[in-house]
Nanobody, 114 residues
């Protein structure tokens, strides 16, 4: 059974930075492209970042390019999203998923106040 569990990593980050993790189980993580999505209140879920199976290739939505970094540790079956220079418009529930998509996890809330 595919499981995707998103969470915040650690407690202390520089002001304006957060790191998300996504723990994977139920499929061979290293065989799949992985993606981070987010959904803000009243808006559709949007693709934030994509990473290839080995991590050699990444891509980002224009809105986060230069601020967010997607990475993965295939040995730990874990996907990460480092978010720097956060803005209030980054407030959303963040989800990870594979490509092709599997059922969604519960997501993790990120709230950025102005």
């Amino acid at each position: 059974q595919v499981q995707l569990v998103e969470s915040l990593v650690g407690l202390v980050q520089p002001v304006g930075s957060l790191r998300l993790s996504c723990a994977i189980s139920g499929f061979i993580f290293s065989n799949y492209y992985m993606r981070w999505f987010r959904q803000a209140p009243g808006k559709e879920r949007e693709l934030v970042a994509t990473i290839s199976e080995t991590g050699a290739s990444t891509s980002y939505a224009d809105s986060v390019k230069g601020r967010f970094t997607i990475s993965r540790d295939n040995g730990k079956n874990t996907l990460y999203l480092q978010m720097n220079s956060l803005k209030p418009e980054d407030t959303a529930v963040y989800y990870c998923n594979r490509f092709p998509r599997s059922p969604w996890g519960q997501g993790t809330q990120v709230t950025v106040s102005s």
